[in-house]
């Protein structure tokens, strides 16, 4: 019933409690879940766990926080994973641009060579934007990416998602909207059409309201799902419905 488009159920907050969180999502219909990498450190994590969970799929790339961690062959070393078409990996990412942590100038280039690797391996992005939705909408138009992308935990006007959908990208829905605080977010998300949306946790991070910071979970999902409800003019099971097919599409299942 549900997908959890983007999380990090590798990272060591989940040690322990994993089976656990997974066997809870499966009682509340999340029966999808989407790990991004970060760091080329942790891909084996990704691919290991994958492999355990048959709900589990997982992307590979490389954030905009780590890139001092890496090089030029981490992106070739990337480029060769995906290209030998690795069982449950659906996209590239997490991938993208931070204004607030290191430079814009240092991050374009790991980003844009991300992108040009998803182009050639044909294979969606999960994008981190962080006050940088302009500028990576910008390369995405520059680079002519065509084959879809995730905006995750989109933060933004209605002008910059518009934006974004027009260019073939769906907007991550998660716990931000539970905030009443966040106006400009919520507008936005209420007046896109139902087509460009997902839902997503980013757990252990992007806690909905009342959770404590990094102590999300992927079974926030049902959660996030009843505050967009609130704010769409679609009826519950169309939005339902409309949500699972969006994930479908964006990691390219044929089975669902």
């Not at 084996?44 to 790339?61: I, N, V």
């Not at 961690?69 to 996209?91: F, I, K, Y």
Request: net charge negative; with cysteine.
């Amino acid at each position: 019933m549900f997908v959890d488009a983007h999380c990090h159920l590798d990272f060591p907050e989940f040690d322990g409690t994993r089976d656990s969180v997974l066997a809870r999502c499966r009682e509340l219909g999340v029966n999808r879940l989407v790990m991004s990498g970060v760091r080329a450190a942790g891909w084996p994590r990704l691919q290991q766990f994958s492999a355990e969970h048959e709900s589990l799929f997982y992307c590979l790339g490389i954030h905009p926080w780590f890139i001092a961690e890496h090089d030029e062959r981490s992106l070739e070393a990337l480029e060769q994973a995906l290209a030998g078409l690795p069982a449950r990996c659906v996209g590239v990412g997490e991938c993208g641009l931070d204004r607030l942590r290191g430079t814009l100038d240092e991050q374009f280039p790991w980003f844009e060579a991300q992108v040009d690797i998803a182009s050639r391996q044909r294979m969606p992005l999960v994008i981190h934007s962080v006050r940088a939705n302009d500028e990576v909408a910008s390369v995405l138009r520059r680079r002519q990416f065509s084959q879809g992308a995730l905006i995750h935990g989109f933060s933004g006007s209605e002008q910059q998602a518009g934006k974004l959908h027009d260019l073939g990208c769906y907007l991550g829905v998660g716990g931000v909207i539970t905030y009443g605080r966040a106006e400009k977010t919520r507008r936005a998300l209420a007046a896109m059409p139902l087509e460009s949306l997902v839902l997503e946790t980013d757990a252990p991070d992007m806690p909905p309201s009342g959770v404590a910071a990094g102590e999300n979970s992927p079974e926030s999902i049902p959660r996030i799902f009843k505050a967009l409800c609130e704010l769409r003019p679609e009826p519950e099971d169309v939005v339902r419905t409309r949500l699972m097919e969006n994930a479908c599409a964006l990691y390219r299942w044929p089975d669902c």
